[in-house]
Every structure is written in C-alpha cells, then in structure tokens.
C-alpha cells in the first residue's frame, strides 16, 4: 500500500465522497490533451456570452417598443413547451420563450462567427476585458431603462 | 526499588482532535443541509400551483445559487494561479451551468402559472405593488438566463484551456474566465434574491 493510499483510506467518509464528487466526470477533470496556442478561442468562447445576454436585453426594448416584432419573436420560441397555452389557470410562458430564442440564437452565431475570426489569433487583455464588462454593464442596466411603462410605480 | 511499567495507551479512545474534527464537519453538513431545505416551507403554502411548482422551482433555484457562489468563490485562487484548484474547477463550472440550466427550465415553468390569467401573481403585483414587478420580476426573469451561457463559456474553457490556463501567455484567458465566473456568482446570487422577494410578496 502507497502512503497516498493509506493516507487516502484513513480520510473521513464524507471527505473521500466529496473528494469524488469534485473529480466527476473524470474526462471534465483532467481537462483538453492539447491547449490552444493563442487566446482566441477563449475569448471568442467569454465574449459571444456576454454579448448573448446584451442582444437579449435590446430584443426585450424592440419587444416593448413594436407590437409586431413582439409577435415575431413569440412565434420563434413556440418550440419551447408552454410557449403558447389557453388554459387560463396554468398560463402561457408567452413572448420571453421566443425571447430566449434570440438569446440562444444570437449567442451561438456570435459564438461561431467569432471562433472563426479570432481561432489564430492572441486576443489582448484589454479587448476581452472592455468586451466583457461593456456587453455585461449594458445588459444589466437595461434592465431598467426609462422605456419599461414604469408608472405608477407605488403600491396603492 | 520496584519500577512500575507504564499503562498502554488505550487507542480505542478518540483524541479531543478527532472529537472536534467530526464536530466541525458535521455541523458544516448540518448547516449546509438545513440552508438547502429553505424552499420546502413551500409545501406549507395554501395556494395549491406554489406547493409543488414554487417548492420544485425553489429547490432547483437555491441548488444553482450554492453550487455557482461556490464555483465564484475558486475564482480567487484561480487568479492567484493555484493549479491544485484546476480539476475542480473544471467539473464545478459544468455542474454550474447544468444547474443552472434546470433553474431556468423550472423557471419557464414556474412563469407560466405566475402570468396565468386566472389570478396570477404578475397581473395582481401590476395593480397593487408595480415596483416589485418592473424592479425584481423584471431583472429577474432576464438576469437568470445569463448564467447559462456564461457557465457553459467557462467550461468550455476551463476544459480545453486545461493546466496551460495558468502560464503567462494565458494570462488574458485566465482574467477573462474569472471575470465571467465572478459575473455568472453575481447574476445566480441576483437571481435567488429577486426570485425570493417576489415570491414573498405574492405566490403563485
């Protein structure tokens, strides 16, 4: 018996299960044979992200602002279970399925198109860092733009 | 002049260490267990759709909120470059984001009874209380959805990064992904908190 084993096989239960746990699945664990050279990937990879939850938030202000391109939407996420639904007691996920369509769309474009540009090239430091934080900000302070119908905003 | 042979030390005996070692973890997996059994006050709920679809939702929402502030959490070391916390990482970042997939999953369903036109809470929160919709309910339902494509980026690179994140010419790669898991602990965290606030103010 190797002295790693015998030290393994006098841990706590717990500790051996949860140290099982952090290495499951092995294949995740250990990681890629081969890295890539350059940063590209990654940052095509970090920022198509980012830039999938922006495109949601100006989906969602078209959608407030044009009724039509909101039933256009809608009709895009009508794969999503519940998307559309008359029983008026379970209700309908309505418009954010096709909502998430876009997102979903837009990030694996964006994703593809990007891993294709950047796939040989070093992407600097600041460009994915400005990327990240710009698209992240914007989306979250979308949230709450002055185009949402905010009043009366009290409770009555 | 007699000499008296000491007694042998009885090793069936725990040591005080071991006592509190047991002590510490059990109390930690105590601690843990009892946070993760929050939603279940659910089940008390009168309204029939929050017994199972808010206690369904809840469960899926909190597991996705400690297993992504856990994950945030390694960001630290992995910025400092402690390679021992890599393996981890990568296994964590994609559980993450599969959690985070069923929060959301459950969410879509959960969202269908809170816009149902028979007594729905987002019609009533309109009427009464507009700020808990248009502030929490709003960011709420969008914030959420960025965790999945943050997390699923992470492993991704996490994953074919592998060991080699850590060498200098990684470093853009290495700052990227932590910025990315800090984002993706701050929506899973802003998620958990908006989604409780509203639940409390109207159910299902």
């Excluded at chain 1, 694996?108 to 900000?137: D, G, P």
Aim: aromatic fraction near 12%; glycine fraction near 6%; charged fraction near 10%.
């Amino acid at each position: 018996m190797t002295a790693h084993n015998r030290k393994t096989k006098l841990l706590p239960m717990y500790v051996r299960f949860w140290n099982q746990i952090k290495q499951f699945p092995g294949g995740l664990a250990t990681g890629a044979d081969a890295s890539p050279p350059v940063s590209g990937p990654a940052a095509a990879a970090l920022v198509s992200a980012a830039f999938s939850c922006f495109a949601l938030m100006v989906n969602q202000h078209l959608c407030s602002m044009f009724d039509r391109w909101n039933e256009i939407v809608w009709s895009m996420g009508d794969w999503i279970p519940g998307s559309k639904n008359p029983d008026p007691i379970h209700g309908e996920i309505g418009s954010y399925s096709g909502k998430e369509t876009v997102m979903l769309i837009s990030w694996l474009v964006s994703w593809l198109v990007l891993s294709q540009l950047w796939k040989r090239k070093n992407i600097r430091l600041s460009t994915i860092f400005t990327c990240l934080f710009m698209f992240i900000t914007a989306a979250t302070v979308m949230n709450w733009h002055p185009l949402f119908p905010y009043l009366p905003l009290m409770p009555k | 002049m007699t000499s008296r042979t000491p007694e042998p030390l009885d090793v069936s005996t725990p040591r005080p260490i071991d006592i509190a070692t047991i002590c510490v973890y059990g109390l930690s997996i105590l601690s843990a267990g009892l946070f993760l059994f929050l939603p279940l006050v659910n089940v008390l709920s009168p309204s029939p759709w929050q017994r199972y679809m808010g206690t369904i939702h809840g469960f899926a929402a909190l597991l996705s909120a400690v297993v992504v502030a856990y994950l945030g959490h390694l960001a630290f070391p992995l910025l400092r470059g402690v390679p021992k916390i890599l393996p981890q990482m990568r296994t964590l970042a994609f559980w993450a984001a599969l959690v985070s997939f069923l929060a959301i999953a459950s969410g879509n369903w959960v969202y269908m009874r809170y816009r149902a036109p028979a007594n729905g809470a987002r019609a009533w929160l309109r009427e009464n209380t507009p700020l808990v919709h248009y502030l929490f309910m709003e960011y709420h339902e969008f914030t959420v959805l960025f965790t999945l494509p943050l997390g699923v980026a992470c492993t991704w690179v996490l994953w074919q990064y592998g060991d080699s994140i850590l060498e200098k010419r990684h470093r853009p790669v290495l700052v990227g992904t932590c910025l990315a898991l800090m984002a993706m602990m701050f929506f899973g965290m802003g998620g958990l908190v908006s989604g409780l606030n509203v639940a409390r103010i109207h159910s299902l």
